[in-house]
Every structure is written in structure tokens, then in C-alpha cells.
């Protein structure tokens, strides 16, 4: 007999989140019940749902919706129940975005049960038939394992493979439904006005953090197997030339700082502003803030403006101290990816949990909307004399980039988007673009996949 699975677990490792609603399969208009879903599936007695959402600037499970059994201050994303639905299985990320994780099992109420180490790679999750297991796929060599986790926390190998592995379910006869992934992070420059765009990845998973002011470097950070796992910087010209090592950490945001020589990366304790030429590095605490999303310099590099929540809050802006890490709170809105500095710098914007895009006084007060712009639209850049704003809207093969005079309203066609080969693109994002507008640089993932059921393995 075929084994039966349920249904294989598609997400992204991207934070997206929509309107949740029940449509029967005899027709008629769908039902809302719920809004800022990210994740959602039957619990095991077919009557209720569990949900991951995000509210309040926090990621939340609820089982069934309206009961929060787990409320956190980090992404988080694969929840699973258990076969006998009495716990819950999930993955945590230190970084937004990113498929670096710890799993980690609760209880019907919420107590921790399992928490296991963190990986620096992780795709997928699955409760084996009794559930005395959560098998991972995740990063334990050179490529991607199946991993096992049991319920006292002990982990071994399932099954170690040459390539990269995807965990998308488990039949009740133990049988593993599993892809093998050809995937790659490309990053892609070029001017607006030239003839074809140049690929800028360096190896094999290339995140663009950000292009530098004057449109003559991007800013890239290698996260796979050519660097083992770990964060590393590099600049590159928009030229083509080749990439200078920075040294290692991740960054998010718009991290080169106004001019241009120097980026700041986040190194897992701390963020450190490192010189592109020479110069030594510039530690810059997080004593103040739990989790820190995204940031940006100010021209004096005494102060960044960070995305950042507090232990126990919702995710804010604040104005950190370079010297200290001591920060001011901008606004009690929540803010959410991204936020970008105008180039007077009195304003942020930043988008929402409804995805509308606000503009925020650095000096304080609260936001208002920027006119113009639409719910979904995602701001990456102000021109010059801050009197627009360049969105664009979330794409899977092509984007556009428009301008936005948040004066009028009125809306420009910019740029489109349109990498010259779209076989196996997921989405397009990060974009970034330079302030007047005539250089840009974006990032994409590109994932070709074979599915296989793998037998004998419980």
C-alpha cells in the first residue's frame, strides 16, 4: 500500500503573514477567522486550528486560536503537533529571515519541554509516528541531514546524505517524504540605465545586506557551506569585481555607514562597525535590547537607528548608542522590516503590522501614514530631498519599483525587476536602491528540488 502523509510542510523562510479564513468544499464565500496568520494547520481532533501569528511586533502558537500557548520576542516558524496532539514542535531563529534555528518542543500549555542546540542551516520538520521523536533536517556536516531529537533531548543522525535535505513529512509507517534541494542566495547589481545586470554572488548563498551610497559597492553576506555555516562579510563593486572579506557576522538593514567606508554586522553578543579599508573595528553593545532586526548609521556614527525590541515588548524603533548601546525609544507604535533613514534624517519609515507603510519622527511622537502608499508596499529608499519614497511589492519572478511623492500621492513607474532566468526563483527581496535612484541591487533565493519517499529508516 502507498503510504499516506499529511499535508507536506511548504513553508518559506520568509516572515509573511495573511488573513486566515474556512471555505467549505460544497462552495460559497470564504470565512475570516483570523488575520496575521504565518502558519496554521487541523489540530489532531479535526475541530479546531493551531495557528503561528504575529501580533504586537511578537511571534505567538495558538491552540486552538484565541488560547497563546507560546509568546516570544524571536521569529519563529514549521510548527507541528504531535500525533497525539499533546505537544508542539517548532523551529526558533536567532536571525529574521534566516534558516538558522533551534527546535524546540512544548507542552499542551506551553512548558518547554525539549530545547535542542542551534543550527546554522535547518529545512523542515516532522513528529515520527509514535512521537517519541522530532526528526530536523539541519546542518550537521558539509551538507543538510536528517536529524533526530528525542523528547530527553538527545539527537542523532537519521540519515546523512551528500547534498541538501528538505524534512516535509512523515507516514505512519515511518516512511520520510523528503527533497533534495539544488538551492542557492544569488545577488544582482547593476545601473539603471545598463544593458543587462550583472550576478554578484560570490559562492553559494549570498544575502545582500545593502549597497552603499554612492552605488559603487554592495554589501553581501555569505551564510553556506563555503563559509561553514557562519556569517561572513563581504564587499563587492557593483562592477563586477572581486569581493573583499570584511571579517564574520551577519547584517540587516541599511548597514553602510553614510560615508561609505565602514559596515556595521552583528556577530551573535554584539554589533561591531567594521572598516572596509583600514581601521579597527568599533564594538557597539546590545546591553538595552533583547533581539535587534535591522539597522542603520547616522552620519555622526555615534548612533544607529535600530529595529529592535526589549525583553518581554513588541518590536520598536529606537536611536542606539554607538558608544554605550544605550537606546531612546522613537515611537510605542510597533515597526516592522524595513526601516528606512531619510537622508535629513528626521524620519523613518517603516511598515506596520497591516503592511501600511508609516513615516516616524526620529525626534519622537507618533507615526502617521505615508500618503501615496498602499497596504503592501515596501519602502527600500528616500530620493534625495526626502520628498519620495521608492516601494516596491513583494514578487516572486519580477517586481516594481516605484516612486512615491508622499506630498501628492502620486505614483512613478521606476524600475522593473526581471532576472533573465526565473526557473526555480521563490521570491525576490531584499531590493535595495541608491537615494537618486539610478543604482539598485536586489537578492532571490533559487531552489530546483527532486521529492523522494525514503523507507526504513524508523
Known sequence: MEPKFHDADHHQLVDRAGTLARRPFGGGAPRSIADEVQEAEWTRDGKNLMIVRRLGGRYRIESPIGRVVYDGSRWISHARQSPRGDRIAFLEHPIWGDDS????????????????????????????????????????GRGRDIVGVNMSGRERVVLAVPGRLTMHDIAPNGDALVSFENGRREAVGAHIDDAQERNLTWFDWSWLADISPDGKLILIVEQASAVRGQNTAYVRPIDGGPAVRIGEGHARGTPFTRDGRSVVVHTGSQLEMLAIGVGEPRVIPLSEVEVIQSWTPFADNARLLALASRHGEPQRLFEMAVGTGAVRQISETPAAWPARLSNDEQTVTAMDESDRVLLFPVAGGDPRPATGCRPGDVPIGWTPDDQALYVYRRGRTSVL??????????????????????????????????????????????????????????
Open 401 to 458: 519599483i516605484e516612486r512615491v511623492d508622499i506630498t501628492t500621492g502620486e505614483r512613478t513607474p521606476w524600475h522593473t525587476i526581471r532576472p533573465a532566468d526565473p526557473a526555480g526563483i521563490n521570491d525576490i527581496m531584499p531590493v535595495h536602491i541608491t537615494s537618486d535612484g539610478q543604482t539598485y541591487a536586489y537578492s532571490y533565493r533559487r531552489f530546483l528540488s527532486d521529492l523522494y519517499v525514503v523507507t526504513g529508516l524508523a
Open 101 to 140: 534555528a533551534a527546535l524546540v518542543v512544548i507542552d499542551a500549555n506551553g512548558k518547554e519541554v525539549v530545547r535542542s542546540t542551534s543550527w546554522s542551516s535547518t529545512g523542515g520538520i516532522a513528529w515520527t509516528p509514535k512521537g517519541d521523536e522530532v526528526w530536523v533536517a539541519t546542518e550537521v
